[in-house]
């Protein structure tokens, strides 16, 4: 699998850096600057090392044809670990380069198999620039003597050469009005680090509200299943939230109270996220509330029935160990409660005591 690497480029004062450190904080992306590339390619005291970065950055295309970019990044990512996917960050195989000046430099990262290149062009105005107390580059004394000198030109035609990269980016971000919150989120969005809004990961167990129901044996059965438990009092944050579902994992939540909709509303997460809903609830034959368990049925609208039997039933159907083990009458009492919630019972406790519910279905 290739690594995901977002190239950023735009005129100074355009928010680069923040993008930057902006993916690196949230999403764990690999920051790398192109400028620290080139203070190894001119160390202090080397031959070239007094000119500014745009003119480093044109010599180096020139004597390199622009690869040394993506020759300084494929390093980078090595020395880091990316060869491996390191499974440490939060987004493995993201990075994100700080930044591109040039389209040699772009041909050279995406002529890569083995990264994939998601080029980010961020355009501000020079009224928003100087608001921002941006200075344009200029050429130091040092820069305008000697036999190397570059015309004084350079600068402003390396500035109008990074303002036509816009016509060959991804993605086009005006900062003029942007913030950089909302830069990050499109940013983001286009390269799916949200994950699919309409994929299903959440299973919630909901307890009925008539009689007390012990919900933690089915939640210590169904836990190993996923890779978030979220129990009353515990939450995750929403960045927490928006990370595990970019990542596929499953999230199972225990309710306190006998609502879904409250449920998911005090965890945070939208009811399209929600797979299944288990109403947990119990029974003790003749005395069992069948009004209260349409009302929560209504409520709820479960897509599953975890049953507890007491009373007779529990005494009858205590040893079994499998639903065609139980006795006729309490499957006949099952397959009326299925009809009246709209929802199968999926786990039952043939007893208060049991330790173990059985499953009719792989879950």
């Known amino acids: 699998m290739a690594v995901t690497v977002v190239v950023v480029s735009g005129p100074i004062g355009a928010g680069k850096t923040t993008l930057a450190q902006g993916l690196a904080r949230r999403f ?29 950055g044109i010599a180096k295309d020139s004597e390199t044809g622009g690869r040394w970019l993506a020759d300084s ?21 993201l990075a994100v380069v700080d930044a591109a000046n040039s389209a040699e430099q772009l041909d050279g990262l995406r002529g890569n198999s083995s990264i994939h290149v998601v080029h980010v062009h961020l355009e501000v105005s020079e009224p928003e620039r100087a608001s921002r107390g941006e200075e344009q580059p200029s050429l130091t004394s040092a820069q305008n003597s000697g036999p190397d000198t570059f015309a004084k030109a350079q600068p402003q035609v390396a500035e109008g050469n990074v303002h036509a990269l816009a016509s060959v980016a991804d993605l086009v971000v005006d900062r003029t009005t942007a913030t950089s919150d909302a830069v990050l989120v499109r940013v983001a969005s286009r390269l799916g680090l949200y994950g699919r809004q309409g994929e299903r990961l959440v299973d919630l167990i909901i307890p009925s509200p008539h009689g007390e129901v012990n919900t933690r044996p089915l939640t210590a059965q169904l836990a190993p299943h996923y890779s978030f438990l979220l129990r009353p009092g515990a939450a995750l944050s929403r960045e927490e939230l928006e990370d595990a579902f970019a990542r596929g994992h499953r999230v199972l939540v225990e309710s306190a109270g006998p609502s879904a909709s409250g449920c998911i509303q005090a965890a945070g ?27 929560a049925a209504s409520l709820n609208a479960p897509t599953d029935l975890a049953l507890t039997l007491e009373g007779d039933l529990a005494a009858t159907n205590w040893a079994s160990r499998r639903f065609d083990q139980l006795t006729d009458a309490a499957r006949h009492h099952l397959e009326e409660l299925e009809r009246v919630a709209g929802a199968p019972v999926s786990f039952l406790a043939p007893s208060p005591e049991a330790r173990h519910l059985i499953e009719r279905r792989p879950w």
């Open 28 to 56: 764990g992306a690999l920051h790398l600057r192109s400028d620290d590339f080139l203070r190894e390619h001119f160390p202090e005291g080397s031959y070239g090392w007094r000119r500014s970065r745009l003119h480093q």
């Open 269 to 295: 997460i939208a009811p399209g996220r929600v797979r299944r809903v288990v109403l947990a609830c119990r029974s003790e034959g003749r005395a069992f509330d069948w009004v209260g368990l349409r009302e």
């Open 73 to 93: 990044v494929l390093a980078a990512l090595h020395g880091h670990g990316f060869d491996a996917m390191t499974p440490s960050r939060r987004v493995p195989g």
